[in-house]
């Protein structure tokens, strides 16, 4: 099991990717320093931030954390497998949902009629809603886009 992770307001674009491909993830953001650590240390959470300082004083507090230097999320996501031996879950099955990490589950075509564009109901295959937040995705360029993300991910954390 991969630890439970909190993420600073930095790293907004890690969140999303990481929920993406089926890691869970807190999102703090408008947080005091002093807060973050509160919560990382009551919610037994490990920080992963882009902040030196931030990570410095975690250490000396005994808090779980990993400094990502800002790079490719492709980057921090390999640095984040190999410092915790993550095995990521097989791509599209796994996937959390990227605006609040609701768990995602397909849905058929019929069950959509009249909820999106009936163009894009036509033209797209797969379909997925949030569990959480009820958003709908569909499979289209943006999927193939994270595809290839995830294989470079998993290239660069072997
Ligand atoms: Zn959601």
Redesign the pocket.
């Given at each position: 099991m991969p630890p439970r992770f909190l993420a600073d307001e930095m790293l907004a674009k890690l969140v999303r990717f990481m929920r993406v491909m089926g890691l869970p993830v807190r999102h703090l953001e408008g947080k005091s320093d002093s807060s973050i650590l509160a919560i990382a240390k009551i919610g037994n959470f490990t920080l992963l931030t882009s902040d030196e300082e931030l990570a410095l004083r975690c250490k000396k507090r005994k808090i779980p954390s990993l400094y990502l230097p800002q790079e490719s999320v492709e980057r921090q996501l390999s640095l984040i497998i190999r410092s915790f031996g993550i095995r990521l879950p097989k791509f599209s099955s796994g996937t959390?949902?990227?605006?609040?990490?609701?768990k995602?589950l397909k849905v058929r075509k019929a069950h959509l009629i009249g909820k999106i564009y009936p163009a894009v109901l036509a033209r797209r295959r797969l379909f997925w809603r949030?569990?959480?937040?009820?958003?709908i995705y569909w499979s289209g360029t943006h999927y193939i886009r994270l595809r290839k993300a995830y294989n470079k991910v998993l290239k660069l954390s072997s």
């Open positions: 959390l949902c990227p605006a609040c990490g609701g995602l949030c569990g959480k937040c009820r958003h």
